[in-house]
């Protein structure tokens, strides 16, 4: 498994995009935010965008803010309710008085998760998801992927079920190295490269025992089990082991 972070260019466009839910229109759109992907022991109480190809100066507070991740083509990727924003400073370039740099204070929440920006980035410039991806990136971000799966996965309609992978669902346990990695894995077993199929195991039975979609999976065919069970723990892999045959799922065990 390698350790090397998969190579992104930095592109032109406005990779978020800030507006109000009610109001509506556009408050700010910038191709970076410095300040929002943070530890949660560590939040500033602003945050600046880098790289603005638009700004509402009109309009310096809004309360209902919605800062959207957008890719290549436009379309919102992701999705994060920040509250009230207030427009701060704003820098502009010498020649043209363009914005080059906003500042607001943000008083909702920030994204725990530093390593999703790197991520965002990839998934808004690099095209469609690939199989094993999350696999590339270092061990430590296995989170912030699933935080990122998790995000897109609503953000874009989808719910909480089943929509893909016709047949047996393979997982394989040699590649959870994290109680994370085992989700990302199982989303991507279940609904394909950047799918989503449960953050922890409550998520898990509800994505299960869905209404919609094409209902549970019939049989998972888990392999290398016992790598899970030395890496994840016994009790864990217990209960999954233990809600899985709740509802009836085929799990053989390899």
Request: include cysteine.
């Given at each position: ?112 998760y530093p390593e999703a920006k790197k991520i965002w980035l990839r998934w808004a410039t690099g095209g469609a998801h690939e199989k094993g991806e999350w696999l590339r990136w270092p061990v430590n971000y296995q ?112």
């Amino acid at each position: 498994m390698s350790e090397r972070l998969p190579v992104v260019d930095k592109v032109d466009l406005p990779l978020y995009v800030v507006f109000g839910e009610e109001v509506g229109g556009v408050l700010i759109a910038a191709e970076e935010v410095e300040g929002f992907f943070v530890d949660a022991a560590d939040k500033p109480s602003e945050v600046t965008f880098v790289g603005v190809h638009e700004v509402d100066r009109s309009r310096r507070r809004v309360e209902d803010a919605v800062m959207t991740v957008v890719n290549r083509q436009r379309e919102k990727i992701g999705e994060y309710f920040i509250g009230r924003v207030v427009l701060g400073d704003v820098h502009v370039e010498q020649s043209g008085g363009k914005a080059k740099r906003v500042t607001c204070r943000l008083f909702g929440d920030r994204c725990d998760y530093p390593e999703a920006k790197k991520i965002w980035l990839r998934w808004a410039t690099g095209g469609a998801h690939e199989k094993g991806e999350w696999l590339r990136w270092p061990v430590n971000y296995q989170g912030a992927w699933l935080h990122v799966v998790q995000n897109s996965w609503f953000a874009t309609s989808h719910r909480a079920a089943r929509y893909g992978a016709e047949g047996d669902i393979y997982l394989d346990g040699a590649q959870m190295m994290t109680r994370p990695g085992f989700y990302c894995a199982l989303g991507e077993a279940v609904n394909g490269p950047g799918g989503y199929f449960g953050s922890n195991l409550d998520a898990v039975a509800d994505c299960i025992s869905s209404p919609f979609g094409e209902g549970p999976p019939e049989k998972i065919i888990w392999q290398n089990f016992r790598t899970s069970q030395e890496v994840l723990g016994h009790a864990f892999l217990d209960s999954v082991v233990k809600l899985m045959r709740e509802f009836r799922i085929d799990l053989a065990i390899c």
